[in-house]
């Protein structure tokens, strides 16, 4: 009986590493098409809040908020926000910047 826990367990921290990993190079990808629309510079990407919840959805999963950095002209950095459900981007919030 202690073995099948110990399996549950360490199968669920694999699952729960696998889809932190999944999370993050979605984030990476909504970062990268904001990054295209605004037509400026992508300076990194780094995750802000992580936390488990019940989704909007009804499902459990990860509520996650990542900050991206950009420049728009090389010298200033702006940070944006991605909100993020699993890899479902819910909202991105930008600030104003020179173009």
Avoid at 46 to 64: D, F, Q, T, Y
Wanted: glycine share 8%; proline share 3%.
């Amino acid at each position: 009986m202690a073995g099948l826990w110990t399996l549950i367990i360490i199968g669920s921290i694999i699952y729960f590493f696998w889809l932190n990993r999944k999370v993050a190079e979605a984030a990476n990808l909504h970062a990268q098409r904001q990054i295209e629309q605004l037509n400026v510079q992508l300076m990194s990407v780094a995750c802000n809040k992580r936390r488990l919840g019940i989704l909007k959805s009804g499902k459990p999963g990860i509520k996650s908020e990542f900050i991206f950095e950009f420049s728009s002209d090389g010298q200033s950095v702006y940070q944006g926000v991605l909100i993020m459900e699993n890899e479902l981007l819910k909202s991105v919030v930008i600030p104003p910047h020179k173009i």
